[in-house]
């Protein structure tokens, strides 16, 4: 995972003779939501299989205020 600008971006691919990909998956923070991209949907199809009609280009993860809770 590299960081380019303000984006996180995992990458992986393989060029194989009867199969290919190009996964190019980003991460990003704005207005207090974590946007995850995968405008190919080669991460979705090929490397983190979600199931049928399930993708991760677009999904938006709103952050919370709440706090994690503590142990006594």
């Not at 960081?3 to 990458?11: H, I, P, S």
């Not at 207005?31 to 199931?51: H, R």
């Amino acid at each position: 995972m590299t960081r380019v600008g303000d984006k996180l971006v995992y990458t992986e691919s393989d060029s194989g003779p009867e199969f290919s990909f190009n996964c190019k998956l980003e991460f990003s923070l704005h207005d207090n939501k974590l946007t995850i991209s995968d405008s190919n949907f080669d991460c979705s199809n090929w490397v983190f299989t979600c199931g049928a009609r399930v993708g991760l280009d677009g999904v938006e993860l709103p952050k919370v205020s709440q706090t994690c809770p503590v142990s006594d």
